[in-house]
């Protein structure tokens, strides 16, 4: 309560760690919710990782009460978030229109699917420039997610990141309808992390400016997102 009355309503970036505040709960987060609304806010980082008393519904009414002003989001969830509570989050997108950035970490989250992934990306804005997803660890997630994440991609994104690493059910063909579609949309910043058994091949339709990230088994450096 007393982290929500203290937001001032000229406030235009905002970032927040409450890793490990394994209390904060969603009443908590409507308040910062409801006082976000009447901000002027254009930058948004919240990092819940951990904090696994929030509900996927309290986070997606946090999406929905940003303000028209929001151009970039970034959001780390923690890994009990599930398909429901994804899928509420992207209804809250659609409603976004304005937003150039949008990234989303969903690190070992394991019990959220394709459909879940796939439903936030086509929620995102067509005006949306930067693109990020952290699906590292998502045991779930298939190749046909990057196949409908590369069909799904906006004409105007000129940045992209994805780390997948950790995905046993991703394989080399999505990675390849996915490359393919990068080139296709002529983006100019491409980051991806791949399982280390991936050879640079895997990504061969994605020219020079694209880079691929393989990581060794052992040792591997962790995942910022």
């Known amino acids: ?49 951990s904090c696994h008393s929030l509900s996927g519904e309290a986070i997606a009414n946090l999406i929905g009460k940003l303000p028209a002003s929001i151009l970039n989001v970034r959001i780390r969830l923690h890994d009990q978030v599930d398909d429901h509570g994804v899928k509420e989050m992207a209804e809250c997108l659609k409603v976004k229109p304005g937003l150039q950035a949008c990234k989303f970490s969903f690190k070992n989250c394991i019990k959220i699917s394709d459909e879940a992934v796939i439903g936030l990306v086509k929620a995102c804005s067509s005006e949306l420039k930067t693109l990020g997803l952290n699906i590292l660890g998502c045991k779930q997630v298939t190749d046909d997610c990057l196949k409908q994440i590369a069909n799904a991609l906006p004409k105007s994104l000129v940045e992209f990141c994805l780390d997948c690493q950790d995905c046993p059910e991703v394989e080399k063909d999505g990675l390849l309808a996915l490359g393919s579609a990068l080139e296709k949309h002529k983006i100019s910043k491409v980051t991806i992390s791949a399982a280390p058994h991936f050879k640079a091949s895997a990504l061969e339709h994605v020219t020079a400016w694209a880079t691929l990230q393989r990581r060794p088994s052992k040792g591997r450096t962790p995942s910022k997102g």
């Open 1 to 49: 309560k007393h982290f929500a009355k203290g937001i001032p309503r000229s406030l235009q970036d905002l970032e927040v760690n409450f890793e490990w505040c394994i209390k904060f709960g969603d009443d908590g987060l409507r308040e910062i919710a409801d006082a976000l609304a009447r901000t002027e806010l254009k930058v948004l980082y919240f990092n819940l990782r």
